[in-house]
């Protein structure tokens, strides 16, 4: 027999995604263990989606229904996660609570922890034992967040919590899960992102793209939100609703970033949001501040295909070795500054969001067969290659916010055999966010020196 | 708030002397959407309509035409847009995500493709490829039915659902490779014999098996012509 509490309790499915019999789901329903309610609720002509959360009317659209024969709503928020009709219902598990099972010692990681990442871990620990607490982790690029929440996870896994690790990007799913498993080797882990149909429906510790909570509900009882200033959780709404609705109303909850947004920074300073630092990256070094150079008529030149004086400048007098990684503003400027550039690096590569060999050109660049990649702004974050040197052209474009040009600058000196590199702002006039990006990383700086 | 139904952008309403002077209808379709659209234009295939250099026979449909089961029960089809990634998307989107209203923004297209194609037969009669009820209860909807009766809201063409698509579920059935399943066995039955010409509908001809056993069941009932609409081929 399936352990029922373990693959249902805390989660919202359709009756086509339950992994049940029709003769189980019976028995667990005369024997009060599970329930059904309404996937949609309607109050006079006012729907809301119980999945999502969704309540915007323009986002529900009618069907005239095959299955009930009736003409009525779905919601069209959720789709991409399994379509909600108004004629559906959401299991509820009331039976007994999971009984996850007792290890002694969880964790087979046989790494140690700086001090700075010891001294923030234990913090996390602490917030894992008391429950009902919220904790916000600032780690500067390089910090080593993964190894810092061992201790934490340790602690929710010794004492038989249930754990969820939520990032926004699938690749990053797939990159943590390997990790998780070897530290972890006995408790049940599963990875979840779109396109994971081998899911067990059981794991104590989910790793989850935030979209993929949409099936959970009060299932954890320690919520980790991984880069919670990153696009899409920073922007959407939704996702925020998931997360909390996925996480025990006493749930331990700890938030991760290297570079807050304003209204978490505010909280911190108002000692509404508790908080611990990371300034110090994994290696021990600083992080490399980035210098700025003016170029006039930098957006003509970058658009017509000339070299920036600066950048020619740079690379002519360019001594050690490193590979060179260029941001620019948007897509269509990749094809101009790849041509301007290929005087010095004949063999480059020039990637974007959609680009069918994104992962390709990545792996390639990360395994040096090429020293130039031109990128916009999705290598800003997730991403690191040993040994380079980061040019922004363009740094002033509003889509380098702070955090954006934080972030990139923490591209460079990633390893400890290279642990410095080149970091260059190059604009045709400074913005506020440029400097506040240099005075955070100073700002860094001089705390991990402290 | 107007949104594309196909990829989510809101839509700037754009003003012409059509919506100047009559109330705007909805707009369900952005211009970098519309801009994508692979419609489906001449020359193509005369028999099954798939794009190519000239109006000459295709070599699928040449062994359709000397195939001697199927050689001479399909007249021809016709599609609205060839298969690109963005048809394949709105596909996923419509029919196996079933975010049934997404189809509302091309009708407009497919019915201007349907009265191209058919210009002269409003003697000919609609028949929705049918689904088995399992997956026609999965899906909520049958997406051949909903073009049908769209075509038939706004033409002459009455649509008649005579044929039905029984489960697999016999056991000779199962034994038999899934290969073979769909090689050799009709999976339609005639549940009422059509005396008119029949324009068989559905969404995608791949390799138009489906569309010539739809077919050859009507034209085994007594149909005298069989034609067909799609919207992708
Ligand atoms: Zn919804
Ligand atoms: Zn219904
Ligand atoms: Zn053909």
């Known amino acids: 027999m399936p352990n029922y509490p373990q693959l249902l309790a805390g989660k919202q499915l359709l009756l086509d995604e339950l992994p049940l019999t029709e003769a189980e789901i019976s028995t667990l329903q005369e024997t009060n263990q599970l329930q059904f309610k309404e996937a949609i609720s309607k109050k006079t002509f006012h729907y809301q989606c119980k999945r ?26 959720c789709i991409t996660t399994g379509r909600v009709l108004f004629c559906e219902t959401l299991s509820v598990w009331i039976g007994q609570a999971p009984d996850w099972p007792h290890q002694e010692q969880p964790c087979h990681w046989e790494g140690t922890l700086t001090k700075a990442q010891r001294q923030a871990a234990e913090k996390l620990q602490a917030v894992v034992r008391a429950a009902n607490q919220e904790i916000l982790c600032w780690a500067v690029c390089g910090a080593g967040k993964t190894e810092m929440l061992f201790p934490a996870i340790t602690t929710a896994i010794h004492e038989q919590m249930r754990i969820c690790l939520a990032t926004p990007r699938a690749d990053v799913v797939r990159e943590l899960y390997p990790r998780l498993k070897q530290a972890f080797p006995h408790t049940e882990i599963e ?30 009882d320690v919520m980790i939100i991984d880069e919670i200033d990153a696009f899409p959780y920073h922007h959407d709404k939704t996702l925020h609703y998931f997360a909390h609705k996925a996480a025990k109303k006493d749930a331990a909850n700890i938030y991760l970033t290297a570079t807050p947004r304003p209204k978490e920074r505010r909280k911190i300073e108002m000692n509404k949001l508790p908080a611990v630092f990371v300034p ?3 290696h021990g070094h600083p992080l490399p501040v980035p210098k700025l150079m003016l170029e006039w008529n930098l957006r003509r030149k970058l658009q017509n295909a000339q070299l920036p004086k600066k950048l020619k400048r740079y690379v002519e007098t360019r001594t050690i070795y490193r590979q060179l990684l260029i941001f620019v503003s948007t897509i269509n400027l990749l094809e101009p500054v790849a041509s301007c550039c290929r005087v010095f690096f004949p063999k480059l ?3 974007y969001a959609e680009d069918p060999d994104r992962k390709e050109k990545v792996e390639a660049f990360r395994a040096k067969e090429y020293d130039l990649l031109i990128t916009t702004t999705i290598l800003e974050r997730g991403v690191t290659f040993p040994s380079i040197d980061v040019v922004i052209l363009d740094a002033g474009h509003t889509v380098f916010d702070e955090a954006a040009l934080v972030q990139i600058a923490g591209r460079a000196g990633r390893s400890p055999k290279d642990p410095t590199g080149d970091v260059l702002f190059i604009h045709q006039g400074k913005t506020e966010a440029m400097v506040q990006a240099i005075r955070q990383i100073n700002q860094m700086n001089k705390k991990g020196r402290e | 708030m107007n949104i594309c139904y196909l990829c989510d952008q809101s839509i700037v309403p754009t003003i012409t002397w059509e919506n100047f002077f009559h109330l705007p209808i909805k707009q369900t379709l952005c211009e970098d959407c519309k801009d994508k659209l692979p419609l489906l234009i001449s ?40 298969y690109s990634p963005f048809m394949q998307d709105f596909i996923t989107k419509w029919k196996f995500r079933g975010d049934y209203i997404v189809i509302d923004a091309l009708f407009s297209y497919l019915l201007s493709a349907f009265r191209h194609a058919f210009d002269g037969m409003s003697h000919a009669t609609l028949v929705p490829i049918p689904l088995t009820k399992e997956r ?9 039915d909903v073009l049908a009766k769209q075509i038939e809201k706004r033409t002459n063409h009455a649509v008649m659902p ?48 489906t569309i010539h056993h739809a077919a050859k069941t009507l034209k085994d009932g007594g149909c005298p012509e069989v034609y067909s609409f799609t919207l992708i081929r």
């Open chain 1, 280 to 282: 110090i990256r994994f």
């Open chain 1, 349 to 351: 590569e020039t990637v």
């Open chain 2, 136 to 144: 026609q209860h999965q899906r909520a909807f049958n997406q051949a």
């Open chain 1, 191 to 220: 990875a979840l992102y779109g396109g994971t149909e081998d899911a067990t429906g059981i794991g104590q510790l989910v790793i989850a793209t935030t979209h993929q909570l949409i099936r959970y509900s009060e299932a954890f």
């Open chain 2, 43 to 82: 020359p193509f295939c005369r028999r099954c309509g798939r794009k190519q250099e000239a109006e000459t026979l295709c070599t699928d449909c040449a062994k359709w035409e000397s195939h001697p089961d199927y050689e001479d029960v399909l007249k021809w089809n016709r599609a609205v847009f060839t």
């Open chain 2, 162 to 209: 005579v044929l039905s698509r029984p489960s697999v579920t016999s056991s000779k059935q199962s034994k038999k490779s899934r290969k073979e399943r769909m090689e050799t066995a009709n999976p339609f039955s005639l549940d009422q014999p059509l005396q008119t010409p029949a324009i068989l509908v559905d969404d995608i001809y791949t390799t138009g098996m």
């Open chain 1, 52 to 77: 999502c959360g969704n309540t915007k009317q323009h986002l529900f659209a009618t069907i005239p229904c095959a299955r009930c024969n009736q003409t009525h709503h779905y919601c069209r928020n």
